[in-house]
């Protein structure tokens, strides 16, 4: 992709990624010696595929944690390095789950809400890609509206215990460690009181962890169950009650990024390629299209980024381009099942294997990180409409 002028009333006008070319091609260079020893896929676009030795090799090359203070392992780099990066290896369809979560809204939250106990002891093995998270948000009975989990913590001498539920939660069944939201107080008048956050270790008798495949036969996602689970007291994150506003600001991180956007990009380039084949493809107008959408949607993501760098409120932009982002992501192969003449995975061929996993991963696009319901909702109400 190449670089874009932001509009002037989301950036300061000017394009925050021009200059990092080389950047750039240093990712390309580390994706292609990547493609040749097989580790990344044609076409395969997920950032939940776990595979811990390419993060550590990302790691080594500074790629996670590339905005964190060096005294916790970061790279001390600038926020439009990191969103070169990442979506670099987003389009290329990298396997990222084993440590997205956490480079994306784990680490970020313990930086800002965590105590200095567990910054010291997690954020660096999260910079070496050594450590990965998992969101322990969903229940059984709570999705959309959080403000209604039932998974509570207990005050103990020392710490909390913790009982509950959790659903659908990414990645759990490899992670270490769940940033997990409880009930620590009663639920009252005010339903958003009461809640809080902590960072909760997975490798305890204490905690299960049960498997959900998904349609595509694929185990990704799972339930945890906490029966008594001891959590130490300086693994609460922020001050104990604060978890509705730690959760919304976590969100920001989870709904803004280029993973937004990217999750189908091989199908698109893969329309692109075959309509470069046949240049009087009437098809070229729709590809247009779409990447027309990819490049607008993006420019305001690249917004984004900078004002969460920056600490400025983000809820009503990110949640717009979550909304966008994902509802093209889906578009995409709905678009490439229409112009293109292959059958899904007919052959096992690459473009069919990636033309068939983005049509089962593609419902999911826009209900993983909130709803499309629910993103119009907040969106109305960052507006003053409801
Ligand atoms: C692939 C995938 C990965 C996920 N990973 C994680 C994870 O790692 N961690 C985690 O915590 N969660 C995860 N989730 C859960 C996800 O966040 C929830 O599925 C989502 O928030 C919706 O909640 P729900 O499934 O309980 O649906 P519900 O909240 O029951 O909603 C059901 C339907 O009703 C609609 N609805 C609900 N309330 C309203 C309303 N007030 N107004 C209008 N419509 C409404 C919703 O839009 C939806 O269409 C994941 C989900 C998926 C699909």
Known sequence: MTAMSLPPHLGDGHDPLAGLDSLRQEVRAFVAEERKAGSITFGQQTWTTFDREFSRRCAERGYIAMTWPREHGGHERSAAERYVVCEELLAAGAPLGSHWIADRQSGPQILRHGTEAVRKSILPRIAAGECTFGIGMSEPDS????????????????????????????????????????RTEQKGENRY????????????????????????????????????NFVPAENLLGEGGDGWKLVTEELGFERSGPDRILSTMGVLTIMAQAAGRNPDRHDAAAIGRLLARVVSIRALSVAISGRLSAGLPVTGMATAMKDM??????????????????????????????????????????????????????IARELGLR
């Not at 209604?148 to 001498?157: H, L, P, Q, W, Y």
């Open 143 to 182: 999705g959309s509206d959080l403000s209604s989990i039932r998974t509570r913590a207990e005050r103990v001498d020392g710490g909390y215990t913790l009982h509950g539920r959790k659903v659908w939660t990414t990645n759990a069944q490899h992670a270490d460690y769940l940033i997990v939201l409880c």
């Open 193 to 228: 009181a009461g809640l809080s956050q902590f960072v909760v270790p997975l490798d305890d008798p204490k905690v299960s962890v049960r498997p959900l495949v998904n349609l595509a036969g694929v185990h990704e996602l799972n339930e945890v169950l906490f029966d008594g």
């Open 325 to 378: 982002g994902t509802t093209l992501e889906q578009e995409i192969p709905e678009v490439a099942r229409r112009m293109l003449d292959i059958v899904p995975a007919a052959t096992g061929a690459p473009f069919e294997a990636a033309l068939a996993t983005a049509i089962l991963n593609a419902p999911c696009f826009s209900l993983r990180g909130g709803t499309r319901e629910i993103l119009k909702g907040i």
